[in-house]
Each structure stands twice: as C-alpha cells, then as structure tokens.
C-alpha cells in the first residue's frame, strides 16, 4: 500500500522521509512541488495528485506536508486518515507535532512509523498500544539513551489484544461496575 511517506516543510525541503517496500527517488516529490506552485494556499494542494507510475497523497498540518507514495489505487481517505493518525500520535508523543520536534525526537519518529505500517499497510496505530511498545521521550529517557545506546523501545511485549476498549489502559481495572439511575 504505502511505498514511501516524505515529511516536507514550508519552505519545500524534505527533512524526512522513510521507506518500506521500496526505495521512491525523491524526484516523484517533483510532482507534488508542481502542485504546490500552481495552489494560490498551502491549504489548497489538491490532497491526491496522480502520477506516471505513482499517487502522491498529502495532508498539511502545522505547516508540515505528509505525502505518502502509492503504487497501486487505493481508497484516497483511508490513506489520508492514517496521515492523520500519524500526526495525532506525533503530537501525543512529543507535546508538538513541529519540524524541530521531528528533527529532535528523529530515533522515535522511525520507531513508531515502524511500528504503525508493516511493509506498507497499518499495523499498530492507537496510542496506548504504541506506548507500550516504544516509550515516550523524556529528558531523563534521552540522556541515559545517549550514554547507554540504548532505545525506546520497550523490553516486553503486548500480549494479544491489550484491552478491549483500545483507549483503555491495560493497568486500570474497575472492580465493581455501577449503574446510577
């Protein structure tokens, strides 16, 4: 499905990007600054742009583009909605969803693209599930990740299915369901 996802900031400088199936040039972002130029807004790059061989499909938000790179058709909006996942749990990460927030937490950003796409389709998107598997940054984590080498990644794994109700942490539980009328 996802072949490819560049992040692109204001100034059109991709500062970003990750592959899974294969590896896309950059040139295919070409297409994409075409668009751009042509848009009178930033708001206004149509957000599925057809190519040759590839779909560009793009979501700008907080002055970041996200453009993922597909092969084959794909519904436009499941595609657009898991760009916006992405920034959800970018912001739910790192308080900000910035290109100096990115830049700055670059090691985690891989980690939960990798976790969220396996070899291009959604995997693991809800953000209790990932936190459990790649830990938030905090101050603390960084400098001890820096003098260990070690990651965020966390030292077990979920079991199954962590919860029913996805939002819901594994951790808490409620002893006595009650009914007020």
């Not at 400088?13 to 950059?26: G, N, P, Q, T, Y």
């Not at 590839?54 to 519904?75: C, G, K, T």
């Amino acid at each position: 499905m996802i072949h490819s996802l560049f992040l692109i900031n204001a100034s059109g400088d991709i500062f970003l990007e990750k592959h899974w199936k294969s590896v896309v040039s950059r040139s295919v972002c070409d297409y994409f600054f075409e668009a751009q130029e042509r848009a009178s807004e930033p708001e206004n790059v149509p957000p599925v742009i057809p190519t040759p061989h590839h779909y560009l499909i793009s979501v700008l938000r907080h002055r970041i583009y996200f453009v993922a790179v597909i092969q084959s058709e794909v519904p436009p909006l499941f595609v657009i909605e898991f760009l916006h996942r992405v920034v959800d749990t970018f912001q739910d990460y790192f308080g900000v969803c910035t290109e100096a927030a990115i830049k700055d937490n670059v090691v985690v950003v891989y980690e939960l693209l990798e976790e969220m796409l396996d070899n291009g389709f959604p995997l693991a998107t809800e953000s209790n599930i990932l936190k459990e598997l790649i830990k938030p940054p905090t101050i603390l984590r960084t400098m001890v990740n820096t003098i260990t080498g070690s990651t965020n990644v966390g030292e077990q794994l979920p079991t199954g299915q962590l919860s029913v109700v996805p939002w819901r942490r594994t951790w808490r539980q409620i002893h006595k369901q009650r009914s007020l009328l």
